[in-house]
Structures are given as C-alpha cells and as structure tokens.
C-alpha cells in the first residue's frame, strides 16, 4: 500500500499562486499515474490534472489548464501542483491520489486507489 499527505494548501488572493506537494510512501510510487482533485463545500469530487508515471504525460482539466502545472518527482517520491493566477472559483480542498493504470485522463475517482486527507486552499476576492 502507499500513503500520501498533502501540503502546501493555504489564503491567497486573487491572482496569487501556490504550490502543493502530496509526500508518498511506498516503493511503486513511480509505477502509475498520481492525480489531483479537488472539493468545495457541498459538490462533488473533482478531477483537476493527472500525470503519467515517468512525468511524460499530463492531463487537465478545462477549468484549469494554462494556469495550473502538474509535475512528479519519482527521486523524491512527491507529486506536486504548481497553480498560477488563482480564482476564488479554485477555493476547495485538494486531494492527491494514485492509480492503479498507466494513461492520463482518469477523470473519474474511480479510478484511483489511494488518497491524501486534502489541504485547503482558500482564495479571497
């Protein structure tokens, strides 16, 4: 199994940038594709970005490509997510998650064995 603890969430404003990283553990954490989603008060969970296992293949979401960068760092068994000009409409907490399959664009939850417990992150208007 492989745990993963996220950080980096915090109050930002509008137009500010943070950078999130999800810590794990376990030797096959290079194995598969690692995701980031995202949860407002009262929605669903929503998919933001994924990666492929070497780092060669990303995927976004509309909401926001051009904005948010998804990277790994297998050496360091981290996952991070670089997000840039952020909106209060990003306001959630963030969680990341790994797989069990080898492809970008696993939108659906479903699809991901093991989650973070989320950091938050807030941005003011």
């Known amino acids: 199994q492989v745990q993963l603890v996220e950080s980096g969430g915090g109050l930002v404003h509008a137009g500010g940038s943070l950078r999130l990283s999800c810590a794990a553990s376990g030797r096959t954490f290079s194995s598969y594709t690692m995701g980031w989603f995202r949860q407002a008060p009262g929605k669903g969970r929503d998919f933001v970005a994924d990666i492929s296992s070497s780092g060669g293949s990303t995927y976004y979401a509309d909401s926001v490509k051009g904005r948010f960068t998804i990277s790994r760092d297998n050496a360091k068994n981290t996952l991070y997510l670089q997000m840039n000009d952020l909106k209060p409409e990003d306001t959630a907490v963030y969680y990341c998650?790994?797989?069990?399959?080898?492809?970008?664009?696993?939108?659906?939850?479903?699809?991901?064995?093991?989650w973070g417990q989320g950091t938050q992150v807030t941005v003011s208007s």
């Open positions: 998650a790994t797989s069990d399959r080898r492809r970008v664009g696993l939108r659906d939850p479903l699809n991901y064995a093991y």
